[in-house]
């Protein structure tokens, strides 16, 4: 585990301990379920955490955790604060693969030869986060001004954007030769994936943004009761329309991620599941789907945690084909332990007993 | 006409129009040959609308169909052609097996109160994991059975062969609206949908009815399965990935409200062929990519959906765009 992981956990920890009980209880139980996942990590495979360095890249298991992570913490970013508003983002996904084709496209365009400064690389990867902010704008739009609700406001792009993307490559999936764009995916900086800083980033800068504002206030507010904000002087629309417009500036950054991390751009295969995945890690992490408080750094727990159990489930000897049921029992299992009519139910059954 | 027919009678009318405006390019849009396809070809997506009504309706989701109809598709295939099992007891099977898949997650979400949607997502992710783990393989069927079944075909002068798929999902059509408007069950469901609270005190077991919606909705899902299973005569993991979307917009197409209560089992068979008559315009047509058919489908959702909310709103366009919604509460996340 590297040092900037440990230290804001240390101090977010510290944090909860002095503010709400409930909230420092399940960050505790999903740093507990993340140790022991590491463990059996360690106990299935003996080398899980020894890092090398090879040609200037650290090499090992954990650094790998990270690195497949990046692209799912920037998602449930986005994600923890359209939950945290009542709404829900499954566009998430779709966006990844516009982003990812809008970049492919026009370095390929740079790559040819073209001149025009918008198809150098800077402006390309500027150009697919305005392309992705515009899809988040739509469903913000959708969602704030149209009162529709999320859940279908954000399946019209789910569905009609893979068929934005498939448009955009023509139906093909290109592939890119530009290290620039590349860098984004594969590129690391002292020894670390690029990605993995890009999603650190995005966690300090949108919690610093969020908690040394009223802004994060303001989503809970927004979440818990849209209509007492309402008379409370809170803008809910704007709001809204920030949170949306953030999950697809992000989608569209893991997009690149994505794009870069195999040098190219498949509108079908881009971002496949990511939408349940980062609503996943999100549910793990605490943040309820009926909206209000929410923890960035909870929800990157929950990442973490999905990552480390596929992690270990790929080398443990079990089937890869088990995965996806191993996925769901372990999701099942943190749902009903957060469930607090399971926990009573549990308690009673342990008294009847004793 | 009461207004809450309208969603309904709009849905109808851009049909009629689209089948018209396809009928006037390509005349075979006239035969049976393309109604028998469209009902063939879109029975394994409109058998489990028939179900997912019903859980939209009681004002959940379910996430889990298309999952279920690849673990049926499989395990049938394994059972009837590893184990020697004869095909209708592995139906048997298989539909005790995915109705108690329905109901167990139905009791979760009623009892231990976790958002439907989250619990619909890990069976999902659970049974496509389990058609994964019993094999990645397809795995074709060559049992007798399903030769019979297939020649279970009325072919009509043109052709056009009405065949065992196509008969299956206009029957559960037929039983899903009787059920839905004519049963004890059904009012629940409606009631349910419209106010759970209101109807656990006037009386509705909220939870019998919830589990019994996503039993039915599992084991319409195994049913599509099954009926995909013989028209394909094959059983494959990766088989209708992505066909719980596609059946959720149906419903939504079909004038079906996400917040439960309203909507009709009738307009949900109009959701599933609308862009089934798209597919097929497009395919003979030739000319437009296939990547319109979904961008068009956004466009048709997105067009029902503002439908919707014009009717469903007491105030008129230009007060909806002027002043803010948080008066009549929130829209909710669908859980």
Request: with cysteine; proline share 3%; net charge positive.
């Amino acid at each position: 585990m590297g040092e900037h992981i440990l230290t804001p956990l240390r101090n977010k920890m510290a944090d909860l301990r002095v503010g709400i009980g409930e909230a420092s209880g399940r960050a505790i139980w999903n740093i507990v379920a993340l140790v022991l996942i590491l463990i059996a990590n360690r106990l299935i495979s003996p080398n899980f955490f020894s890092i090398r360095m090879v040609n200037g890249r650290l090499i090992g298991s954990t650094i790998n955790i990270l690195d497949q992570s990046a692209p799912f913490v920037l998602l449930a970013i986005g994600m923890t604060l359209v939950i945290a508003t009542k709404g829900i983002d499954l566009s998430v996904g779709a966006v990844m693969a516009i982003g990812a084709a809008t970049a492919v496209v026009l370095i390929n365009r740079y790559e040819a030869g073209q001149e025009n400064i918008l198809y150098t690389p800077g402006f390309v990867i500027l150009i697919a986060l305005g392309v992705g902010a515009l899809c988040g704008l739509w469903n913000g739009l959708l969602v704030a001004f149209f009162d529709i609700q999320p859940i279908i406001a954000t399946l019209i792009l789910m569905i009609s954007g893979r068929g934005i993307a498939q448009m955009i490559t023509e139906g093909q999936s290109p592939t890119f030769t530009n290290e620039t764009l590349a860098f984004v995916g594969r590129g690391t900086i002292f020894g670390l994936p690029f990605p993995v800083y890009l999603a650190a980033a995005a966690l300090i800068i949108v919690t610093l943004f969020v908690r040394r504002t009223a802004i994060g206030m303001m989503i809970e507010s927004v979440g818990i009761n849209a209509k007492a904000s309402y008379y409370a002087g809170i803008n809910a629309r704007l709001i809204k329309m920030f949170v949306y417009t953030l999950s697809g500036v992000l989608a569209a950054l893991a997009g690149l991620i994505v794009a870069g991390e195999v040098k190219s751009a498949d509108p079908h295969k881009a971002g496949e599941w990511a939408e349940l995945d980062a609503i996943l890690a999100v549910v793990i992490g605490g943040t309820s789907l009926s909206g209000g408080r929410f923890n960035l750094f909870q929800s990157t727990l929950g990442v973490l945690i999905v990552q480390s159990l596929l992690t270990a489930l790929y080398v443990s000897k079990l089937h890869p084909t088990a995965n996806l049921v191993v996925k769901a029992i372990v999701v099942l299992f943190v749902l009903l332990l957060q469930s607090p009519e399971f926990r009573d139910t549990l308690t009673r059954l342990v008294r009847k007993r004793s | 006409m009461k207004s809450r027919f309208f969603p309904l009678f709009v849905t109808f009318a851009i049909f009629t129009a689209l089948y018209i405006f396809c009928y006037t390019q390509y005349s075979s849009f006239g035969s049976m040959r393309v109604v028998c396809n469209l009902l063939r070809n879109n029975a394994h997506l409109g058998i489990p609308a028939v179900g997912v009504t019903f859980v939209i309706l009681s004002g959940g989701i379910d996430l889990s169909v298309g999952s279920v109809i690849a673990f049926t598709g499989v395990f049938c295939a394994l059972m009837i052609e590893r184990q020697g099992v004869h095909p209708l007891a592995a139906f048997a099977m298989v539909l005790a097996i995915g109705t108690t898949f329905g109901a167990t997650m139905g009791a979760i979400i009623h009892y231990f109160k976790i958002p439907a949607f989250i619990v619909t997502l890990s069976g999902m992710f659970l049974a496509r994991g389990m058609a994964y783990v019993l094999t990645t393989d397809s795995i074709s069927i060559r049992h007798p059975f399903y030769l019979k079944v297939s020649e279970l075909v009325y072919v009509f002068p043109d052709k056009g062969r009405f065949t065992f798929a196509a008969g299956a999902f206009l029957v559960v059509v037929i039983l899903g609206i009787f059920v839905a408007h004519f049963t004890r069950y059904g009012r629940n469901v409606y009631a349910i949908g419209g106010n759970d609270t209101g109807a656990l005190m006037l009386g509705v077991p909220v939870g019998r009815t919830i589990i019994t919606t996503y039993a039915l909705s599992s084991f319409l899902a195994t049913f599509a399965g099954i009926v995909l299973s013989l028209s394909k005569r094959s059983g494959d993991s990766t088989i209708a990935l992505g066909a719980e979307m596609d059946v959720i917009a149906a419903v939504v197409i079909g004038g079906t409200l996400l917040t439960g209560g309203v909507g009709y089992v009738i307009g949900t068979f109009i959701g599933v062929l609308l862009p089934g008559v798209i597919h097929t315009y497009l395919t003979l047509d030739g000319s437009l990519s296939p990547w319109w058919i979904k961008i068009i489908i956004g466009v048709l959702l997105f067009g029902f959906i503002g439908l919707q909310k014009l009717l469903s709103s007491q105030t008129s366009v230009l007060d909806m765009i002027r002043l803010p919604q948080v008066a009549r509460g929130s829209a909710s996340s669908g859980d």
